[in-house]
C-alpha cells in the first residue's frame, strides 16, 4: 500500500534550521506532486509549498517563501523540506501529500489542494 513518512522533527531552539524528510512508498514516485503542511495546535491545517513530480517547479506560501526550501530526490522516493530561522510560530505538526500527476492535470494552479496520499505527520517544536 502506498506510504509516506515524515521524518526530521524534534525540539529545536529559535533560529535553527531542520531539514524534514517525506519517504514514499508503494508508488512511482516520480508521478506524483509534492506538497508540505503543518497544522498547529488550534489552527487549520496550511500549505507551506510544492514540487512537482519532475522537480522542475515549485512555489511557496507567501509565510514560506524566505526561510523554507522544498526539494525532492525521484531515485531515493524522497522529499524534503528544508526549514531555516525557525520560531515558535513554527511549531506545528508536518505533513507531507502526494498528488498523482497526469495529462491536463490542473493540480498546479491551485497546489494547495487535491492530494491523494498523506503521511502521518512529524512534530516540529522551536522553543524560544
Known amino acids: 500500500q502506498v506510504q509516506l513518512v515524515e521524518s526530521g522533527g524534534g525540539l529545536v531552539q529559535a533560529g535553527d534550521s531542520l531539514t524534514l524528510t517525506c519517504t514514499a512508498s508503494?508508488?512511482?514516485?516520480?508521478?506524483?506532486?509534492i506538497g508540505w503542511f503543518r497544522q498547529a495546535p488550534g489552527k487549520e491545517r496550511e500549505f507551506i509549498a510544492a514540487?512537482?513530480?519532475?522537480?522542475?517547479?515549485?512555489t511557496y506560501a507567501e509565510f514560506a517563501k524566505r526561510r523554507f526550501v522544498i526539494s525532492r530526490d525521484n531515485t531515493k522516493n524522497m522529499a524534503f523540506l528544508k526549514m531555516y530561522d525557525l520560531t515558535p510560530d513554527d511549531t506545528a505538526i508536518y505533513y507531507c501529500a502526494a498528488h498523482l500527476s497526469h495529462l491536463g492535470d490542473n493540480w498546479w494552479s491551485r497546489p494547495q489542494v487535491g492530494y491523494d496520499h498523506w503521511g502521518q505527520g512529524t512534530q516540529v517544536t522551536v522553543s524560544s
Open positions: 508503494g508508488l512511482t514516485f516520480s508521478q506524483y506532486g
Open positions: 514540487i512537482t513530480w519532475s522537480g522542475g517547479a515549485n
